[in-house]
């Protein structure tokens, strides 16, 4: 059973950055799509950035630039996704969650929630002014 438990979050300043991370535990095939989505208080869950097993990524317009996500992949049982969060606003606070999805890359739809099977818990950021 594919396992993800986040950690990193916290509260920062807006302008700051933060790091999170994701440990995946479980076996995957070489062929994965992890992901990172965000959802604040009254609004619906929203991608933020993906990756998949051979580094392709994929971003949310609006994250373009300060986000960065990266993958470390030690082998078919576990991996760290790491999302990079730069120059941050109070718009990013919001819990962040890592999901993952086997048999596939990260295609044009990987800001889709149904698209993946597997989700971590969350981890809450808060940004303050």
């Known amino acids: 059973q594919v396992q993800l438990v986040e950690s990193g979050g916290g509260s920062v300043q807006a302008g700051g950055s933060l790091r999170l991370s994701c440990v995946r535990s479980g076996y995957m095939r070489e062929s994965y799509c992890m992901g990172w989505f965000r959802q604040a208080p009254g609004k619906e869950r929203e991608g933020v950035a993906a990756i998949d097993s051979i580094g392709r990524t994929r971003y949310a317009d609006s994250m373009k630039g300060r986000f960065t996500i990266s993958n470390i992949s030690k082998d078919n049982f576990t991996n760290i996704v790491y999302l990079q969060m730069r120059s941050v606003n109070a718009e990013d606070s919001a819990m962040y969650y890592c999901?993952?999805?086997?048999?596939?890359?990260?295609?044009?739809?990987?800001?889709?929630?149904?698209?993946?099977?597997?989700w971590g818990q969350g981890t809450q950021v808060t940004v303050s002014s």
């Open positions: 999901a993952a999805v086997a048999y596939t890359w990260c295609a044009g739809d990987w800001d889709r929630e149904r698209n993946y099977r597997y």
